[in-house]
């Protein structure tokens, strides 16, 4: 099972990146899928979760109205679409799957490997 982050770099403030998270040996449709992030030296927070199914989404009040979490079950891939980009949104974007969704690390499954965010200003 792998989950494979993609999308990150440098990115200017106001930047609008879109981040993909595509699942090998797993089928996504039958998992909940989230989106966490983790900056030097601070924990791994919660930024946005699906249902399985796409039809609910959560995201954090820090990014709520410029962040949009997506699906595509055909592609076996989940999106994190960022908008208005800030410098305190620089951190390790990690994509996860599980059966249940949560506002914590704790909960869920499987984890892919990062992918870096820097927004310069």
């Known amino acids: 099972v792998q989950l494979q982050a993609s999308g990150g770099g440098l990115v200017q403030a106001g930047g609008s990146p879109r981040l993909s998270c595509a699942a090998s040996g797993l089928t996504l449709s039958s998992y909940h899928m989230g989106w966490f992030r983790q900056a030097p030296g601070k924990e791994r927070d919660f930024v946005a979760a699906?249902?399985?199914?796409?039809?609910?989404?959560a995201h954090a009040d820090s990014v709520k109205g410029r962040f949009a979490i997506s699906r595509d079950s055909a592609k076996n891939t989940v999106y994190l679409q960022m908008n208005s980009l800030k410098p305190e949104d620089t951190a390790v974007y990690y994509c996860t799957a599980g059966p249940i969704i949560t506002r914590t690390p704790v909960g869920w499954n499987y984890w892919g490997q990062g992918t870096q965010v820097t927004v310069s200003s």
């Open positions: 699906i249902n399985w199914s796409g039809g609910s989404t």
